[in-house]
């Protein structure tokens, strides 16, 4: 039971993000004790994926976070004399600005339930007023019986079984009202075994669409458990520092990951395709033959740029947009390469800093298809959760659904020596680790965040129709005003396993400069038209519009360590996600704080083999024993996860 844990750990993690989950993997692989507990009822925090009604709930936690209980102060006792507190927020505050439209039709002849969990919306088709959009969207009926304990294993928990078999979303408690992610995510674990094979096409068997391709509110509701719905919208580079951490802790086989099909780029309010590879630019009929000789040249040279230095070094001062138009390129070769290739700003990117993006990119390029991208089946969201398994085999504790009220810090020393859980229970230890959103106000009064603008849609096809539906993309909207970010839209298909078959779930993002919504808006009218009855029967030019998410989120990514009030030494902050596509600040973070922790060990190195492991004490033969956690790790074959560690070769 989480109320009765051991009372001293060598680490403990507060909050399940990537960094986080990545240096509790670390740090139990390397032999620490470690506690990871987190406050909500899923993994992942702002990292998190959730199905349609997990989404629907957390939406309304948020929208309901002023109502929240008081929390007991009877801790505040167990402080001694000679030992100070550092309280802990008992509210999260990294998402503001929460606004929900449902253009979808209703249908209302009957009553329609996800998995037994959610009724159908009953708003109207439109709503202006978010608060009241989203309150009819989450419309719970019946109660789900918490857990028992609320010290919980990645590995141990349900896997990813028929929709009629999964929990049910809790009205009562809040904060278990996610708690369908844990049980309905975590299969993704085991889905790559061969006896699992008849849960891998959730999103194929799905009951066909009606010809006329018109999608209600309900059936979304009724499929909602085929939505896997990422908070936070990235991408994996092939060669990335995330691939190669999945490659060498072998975590990979954890996980299972698709291609990114297509880069597409948005120029002259029209969405076309960009030419990556050799193969893609000669095949081209967008670019005339002399456009594909000036590309591949420019492109070979930024492959080689670091031994030809005379021929950037005169326009290092200028912007890589400026340096762009220096090189024998058309408008249309600049346009790709800045906003579909190197992915920077037009204004705020150096000559230097648009070369190294462009050669990363051509860098990533055939490792493991025609794109440098990769995105994990089911989610981002899956990728803590690796992380959190792998420090589970390794002894790692965790407790979800469990809030620190405090840190003791002991005055003479100024550093802190253990936490103050929600049952008054005292656990020492060495190390803490922090993720941001925990510290309270008075933690992060001179902190100075920025902001993520986000956006997820549902739509009913995609942005650029092709031959097959099963279509993954990136697409840059570059910005109409300066001082305003480019936009970055990622649209995923049925094969992801995060939306229903028929739908395409879109993420955008881009920097804040006002609300997510006034960011984003203007892009989704440009490439989308909301659905409305009159247009069932017209085939209208641009996708339609079924259902949409704005909200923006904290990026703590940049925050100095010294803007934090008074944190004592073996306090460790870790950042929420940043605004980036890849993942490797993250795993910069990661790295750096478990390198001061343990700062001779080796990052995260492969599990042993369990013929190699010999138990103290233990006179059986090496394998044999099953009561261990150790052998467990590297116990079976990667099968599908094999395709990580070997790359095709690069493609022509």
Not at 10 to 18: A, K, M, P, S
Not at 51 to 63: A, V
Not at 162 to 174: C, H, I, N
Not at 418 to 441: N, P, T, W
Request: proline fraction near 5%.
């Amino acid at each position: 039971m989480a109320d009765n844990l051991p009372s001293e750990f060598d680490v403990i993690v507060i909050g399940t993000g990537l960094p986080e989950s990545i240096i509790a993997a670390a740090c139990s692989r390397s032999g620490q004790r470690v506690l990871h507990v987190d406050s909500r009822s899923y993994y992942g925090g702002n990292w998190a994926s959730f199905s349609f009604s997990g989404l629907l709930s957390w939406i309304k936690e948020y929208q309901e976070s002023s109502d929240m209980l008081n929390e007991s102060s009877a801790w505040q006792e167990q402080i001694l004399e000679d030992e100070e507190a550092i309280a802990l927020s008992k509210m999260d505050k990294t998402i503001q600005h929460v606004e929900v439209f449902c253009y979808a039709s209703q249908d209302l002849q009957e009553d329609v339930e996800e998995a037994g969990a959610l009724q159908k919306n009953h708003a109207s088709v439109t709503s202006a007023d978010s608060t009241e959009a989203a309150n009819s969207a989450c419309l719970p009926t019946e109660d789900e019986s918490s857990s028992t304990a609320s010290s919980e294993v990645p590995a141990e928990q349900t896997p990813r079984s028929d929709p009629g078999s999964a929990p049910e979303v809790t009205e009562a408690e809040v904060s278990g009202e996610k708690e369908n992610l844990c049980d309905d995510k975590t299969g993704v674990l085991s889905t790559s075994e061969e006896g699992t094979s008849e849960n891998v096409p959730v999103a194929e068997d799905i009951t066909e669409q009606p010809k006329n391709n018109r999608i209600t509110y309900s059936q979304i509701v009724k499929e909602g458990r085929r939505f896997n719905i990422d908070l936070v919208s990235k991408l994996l580079y092939s060669r990335g520092l995330l691939i190669d951490l999945l490659i060498k802790s072998n975590v990979s086989r954890y996980a299972e990951f698709k291609n990114i099909t297509r880069i597409l780029a948005f120029r002259e309010g029209r969405v076309e395709q960009v030419p990556c590879s050799r193969a893609d630019v000669f095949n081209s009929k967008q670019l005339t033959m002399v456009e594909k000789r000036m590309l591949m040249k420019f492109l070979t040279f930024c492959m080689e740029y670091e031994e030809h230095p005379d021929e950037y070094k005169a326009y290092e001062e200028m912007t890589f947009s400026e340096y762009l138009k220096t090189q024998k390129l058309t408008p249309n070769l600049q346009h790709f390469v800045l906003h579909s290739i190197a992915m920077t700003s037009e204004t705020a990117s150096s000559t230097l800093d648009g070369l190294r993006a462009t050669k990363n990119f051509l860098h990533c390029l055939g490792r493991y298809g025609n794109t440098p991208f990769l995105f994990p089946l089911y989610g981002q969201g899956e990728l803590p959760q690796c992380f959190c398994r792998m420090c589970a085999v390794f002894g790692g504790i965790y407790c979800l659904r469990h809030s620190v009220q405090c840190l003791v810090v002991d005055k003479e020393s100024r550093k802190c020596k253990a936490i103050i859980d929600q049952f008054g229970q005292r656990i020492i230890s060495k190390h803490f680790l922090v993720e941001d959103s925990y510290f309270s106000e008075n933690t992060c009064s001179h902190v100075q965040y920025r902001q993520i603008s986000r956006a997820v849609l549902i739509t009913d096809r995609s942005v650029l129709q092709a031959d097959s539906d099963q279509q993954i993309s990136i697409l840059t909207v570059p910005p109409e005003e300066p001082g305003t970010s480019a936009v970055r839209v990622i649209e995923l298909c049925s094969s992801t396993m995060t939306c229903m078959k028929g739908t395409y779930l879109v993420h955008l993002t881009c920097t804040s400069s006002k609300t997510a919504r006034e960011d984003l808006e203007p892009v989704v009218e440009k490439l989308f038209t909301p659905y409305t009855e009159m247009e069932i029967e017209n085939e209208v030019e641009k996708p339609r519009l079924l259902w949409a998410l704005y909200f923006n989120m904290r990026d703590s990514s940049d925050v100095s360590r010294n803007s934090y009030n008074d944190l004592p030494s073996n306090v460790y902050v870790c950042s929420g996600p940043d605004c980036g596509l890849g993942n490797d600040n993250a795993v910069k973070q990661a790295e750096t704080l478990f390198q001061q922790i343990c700062p001779n060990e080796d990052f995260c190195p492969p599990p042993p083999n369990p013929e190699d492991i010999i138990l103290d004490g233990d006179s059986l033969q090496p394998g044999a024993s099953e009561s261990g956690d150790v052998p467990e790790a590297n116990s079976e074959p990667p099968k599908e996860h094999a395709n990580l560690e070997k790359p095709e070769e690069p493609s022509e």
